[in-house]
């Protein structure tokens, strides 16, 4: 089920009455519970198999790390949790690698890497291991030492609106607050109801109409001029903003309803002046989640500027494979490894020069960062959506200005006026939020015909102007 549709919101508003029906704090955890396992069944029931099977042996892990907090029952949840990720997301990768390196070397590797590898992804399965390996490195560093009933445990894990794409979560922030779920209250609900209207909007109006244009251009990438290839990454860019913050803010607001509070995942990113600001607001939860566990673990800058330069790589190759079995995916995150080494190199130098004390030099740098920042994201982003590297180096080459092409493919007016009218609506959002604070008070006020008059409207507008239901782009990771 899609947050998206109407099946979902059914399913929702049935479990939001069976929620308000609850006595006791056991009920409304089981109700929680309940839809929250039918929510993920709905994708693929035999998928509840594994789900049941992972969070019941790391929650015998995460026992016996709590009363011990034994090194080797850590490496072993390690090596449980990321080798089994690596079997089920990773081993088809791994095979055909071999494979083509066999062929490159006239080695007997056969006519082709097995088939049986390939087998599909289950959903969210990135998403609620990170969850589990977080409190288990947290017990083990002293950070958390709350125990977790097993209730609360499946409910941490399950808890639908984050479970399959985020927010990553650590449990100082959700646990405390399933243990103590309170009734439903008018105002979470309104509240909730208005955030999550947001999220759909970005993911109806915006995300499902860009995902047209970004997929008929980038399967002709032989035919992409200069302003085309840089339209095309343009609108995929938008695209997972809106498709990846839209659900962000959708699980917030259905949360929200519940009376749980989870963090914000996305703050403007494309405002960024620099990439490593870009970080700090593009998908925040796993950002910090490599700083972290993985940045931190491998000596981040306590070693030497060297270790902390090789360290900064070693964590955007690994965030980027995070994201796909794919050696596109690997590159996408040597890019940004790149720049943010890149970034960090220059700050040495400009503090050496003194450039930074100048405040013409510092407001400069500041201006230009934003233009140097979005193209070098955007270039990125061509290697993440491409099907292949040969059509990613295509795209590049057109948008540098480099590609041949004979025709040229044709884009509707209208569709262009989408693209680089969502692209001022981002820029402009912090403005736009802004504005929406200072009225939501005023909005509570509203009678409520005219609320519910204003909800009908922007109903319809997402009826008629909303495009056909796609699924969110990080279903995929």
């Known amino acids: 089920m899609l947050f ?18 609850a006595r006791n704090y056991r009920e409304r955890a089981a109700v929680i519970l309940v839809g929250s396992l039918i929510f993920y069944a709905s994708w693929k029931p035999v998928y509840l198999i594994l789900l049941a099977a992972s969070v019941s042996l790391n929650y015998l892990i995460y026992s016996g790390l709590s009363a011990t907090r034994s090194k080797r029952l850590l490496v072993a949840g390690l090596v449980l949790n990321l080798g089994f990720l690596g079997v089920v997301k990773y081993l088809g990768m791994a095979l055909e690698s071999l494979w083509t390196l066999g062929t490159w070397f006239d080695l007997p590797v056969g006519a082709a890497p097995p088939g049986w590898a390939d087998w599909a992804l ?65 105002e979470f609900v309104k509240l909730g109801a208005l955030v999550f209207m947001v999220g759909l909007v970005k993911k ?16 002709r990438p032989d035919m992409l001029d200069f302003y085309l290839a840089w339209l095309a ?23 929200l309803m519940f009376g749980v509070t989870l963090p914000r995942n996305f703050l403007h990113p494309y ?43 070693i964590t955007m190759l690994l965030g980027g494979l995070w994201h796909g079995a794919a050696w ?33 030099s510092a407001r400069l740098l500041s201006w230009l960062g934003w233009p140097v920042t979005l193209a070098l994201v955007w ?37 262009q006026l989408l693209v680089w009218g969502s692209l001022l609506l981002t820029l402009l959002e912090p403005s736009i939020e802004r504005l929406l604070r200072q009225g939501l008070r005023r909005w509570g006020q509203l009678h409520f015909t005219l609320r519910g008059t204003a909800y009908a409207g922007l109903a319809l507008t997402l009826i008629v102007f909303g495009g056909s239901s796609q699924k969110f782009i990080y279903f995929d990771f």
């Open 122 to 186: 289950p959903l969210g399965i990135s998403f609620y291991t990170f969850h589990m390996l977080s409190v288990m490195i947290d017990v083990y560093r002293g950070e958390w030492t709350h125990r977790i009933s097993f209730r609360a445990w499946w409910l941490y894990v399950t808890f639908f609106p984050h479970m399959i794409a985020g927010p990553i979560l650590r449990a100082s922030e959700l646990v405390e607050q399933l243990e103590s779920l309170q009734p439903l209250k008018a």
């Open 379 to 415: 270039i990125s982003w061509v290697f993440f959506r491409a099907h292949s590297f040969h059509d990613a180096w295509t795209i590049t080459a057109a948008m540098l200005g480099l590609g041949e092409t004979t025709e040229v493919a044709s884009v509707r007016s209208y569709v």
């Open 271 to 313: 405002t960024s002046r620099s990439v490593r600001e870009f970080w700090q607001r593009w998908h925040i939860t796993l950002s910090r989640w490599l700083r972290d566990y993985l940045y931190f673990s491998l000596g981040g800058n306590r070693r030497g500027k060297s270790r902390n330069l090789a360290n900064l790589m």
């Open 233 to 255: 990454t343009t609108s995929f860019a938008l695209q997972i903003y809106f498709d990846f913050s839209g659900y962000s803010e959708m699980a917030i607001g259905l949360a």
């Open 328 to 360: 596109t995916f690997v590159f996408w995150g040597f890019l940004h490894g790149s720049y943010l080494v890149l970034h960090r190199l220059l700050l040495d130098l400009y503090s050496r020069l003194g450039v930074l004390s100048n405040s013409f």
């Open 204 to 219: 109806v109006l915006f995300a499902d109409n860009l995902s047209l244009l970004t997929d008929d251009l980038f399967s």
């Open 4 to 21: 998206s549709s109407p099946t979902f919101l059914l399913f929702f508003a049935v479990l939001l009455m069976f929620y308000a029906g």
